[in-house]
C-alpha cells in the first residue's frame, strides 16, 4: 500500500464526517489511515521538508478542498463538520470526489484560480492535480536542487588536485569539523602515507580524531580501496574515518564498510554535493521563500 494522493482522500474524509458531529483533524488523520491500513512507516513519512507527515498534509488539504466545496465546515477552533451540501454529495453516492467533481461549486473554482500553481508543461499541470500545494513546491525545488548538484560536481571536475583539497577542507570546518580552517588545512593532506590522506579533529575539543582521504575519481571506487583505507585506520589504531570521492562507490564497498568494526562514513558525489549545498560551500544564496498557515490563536476571541 503506497500514501494515497490527497483526491483519493476527499470522498473517504468526507464519509468520515457523515455522522455529522464535530470532528478534529488528528482523529480523522488517525482514522483515514486506519481505513487506508497504511502502516508505520508510512503514517510518520515526512514531506523532503522534513516538517510534516506527507499523509496528515494531504488529509489536511483534502478537508480544505472539501470545505472551499462547501462540504464541509469549520465549527470552532481545529473542528469541521459535514454541511448540507456534503450530505446531499453522498447521497448522490459518487464513486470518486476529485478536483474535477468539485468545479461544479463556485466556490471552490474561485478558490482554484486564485490559488493555481500554473505550469507551462502539460506534465506539470497533471503532476499539480494530484499533488498538495507543498509537495508542488518541494518537488520543484528539489528538481532545482538536483540539478545545482550535477554542475558543482561538474566544476570540482574542471578544478585541480589542490582546489578540491581546499574544497574538502572547507566543507569539514563548516560541518563542525576540525577545530579552525587553520588546523583542518594542516591537517588535511599533512600525512599521506598508509592511504590516509589526513587527520582532522571530530569537533572543535579535539576530543577525538577522524582519518580523511579524498579521491577525486571518475571511475567507481570498489571494496579494494575501502579494504586499504581500513587496513590503515587499524594501523594508526584508529576508530573512525571518512573516505569521500566525487564518484560513486561499488554494492561490494558498501556492503564491506555495513560489516565492520571500524566506523566508515563513504560520501559520494551526490552526497557531496548535497552537502556543499546545505552547508553553503561553493553556492550561494539566490531567493528565499517563507511559507505561512493561519495563526488560529490570533482570531480566538474571549
Known sequence: MTIPDFQSIMLPLLKFASDRQ????????????????????????????????????????????????????????????????????LIQNPPRIDIVFLRQFPGFVEFQRTTRIRSDEAEDEESNETQTPEEVIEAAYQKLRQGLAVELLQMINDRSPAFFERLVIDLLVRMGYGGTRKDAGE???????????????????????????????????????????????????????????????SKDALDYVA???????????????????????????????????????????E
Not at 464535530?22 to 514531506?47: C, K, P, Q, V, Y
Not at 566508515?264 to 560551500?281: C, R, T
Not at 531567493?287 to 480566538?300: G, P, V
Open 187 to 249: 591537517a588535511i593532506g599533512r600525512s599521506g602515507d598508509g592511504g590516509i590522506d589526513g587527520i582532522i579533529k571530530e569537533d572543535r575539543l579535539g576530543l577525538d580524531i577522524v582519518y580523511v582521504q579524498a579521491r577525486r575519481w571518475d571511475n567507481v571506487v570498489g571494496r579494494p580501496e575501502i579494504q586499504k583505507f581500513a587496513g590503515a585506520l587499524q594501523g594508526q589504531r584508529a576508530r573512525k574515518g571518512i573516505f569521500i570521492t566525487t564518484s560513486t562507490f
Open 259 to 301: 560489516r565492520i568494526d571500524s566506523k566508515i562514513v563513504l560520501i559520494d558525489g551526490n552526497m557531496l554535493a548535497q552537502l556543499m549545498i546545505d552547508h553553503n560551500v561553493g553556492v550561494s544564496l539566490v531567493a528565499s521563500y517563507e511559507l505561512r498557515r493561519i495563526d488560529s490563536d490570533y482570531f480566538t476571541e
Open 22 to 89: 464535530e470532528h478534529s483533524l488528528r482523529e480523522t488523520i488517525e482514522a483515514l489511515a486506519d481505513e487506508f491500513n497504511l502502516t508505520d512507516e508510512e503514517r510518520s513519512e515526512l514531506l523532503p521538508s522534513g516538517q510534516q507527515a506527507i499523509f496528515s498534509n494531504r488529509v489536511g488539504w483534502a478537508r480544505t478542498y472539501l470545505k472551499k466545496a462547501g462540504m464541509l465546515e469549520t465549527t470552532r477552533r481545529g473542528y469541521y463538520r459535514i454541511t448540507e451540501r456534503g450530505q446531499q454529495t
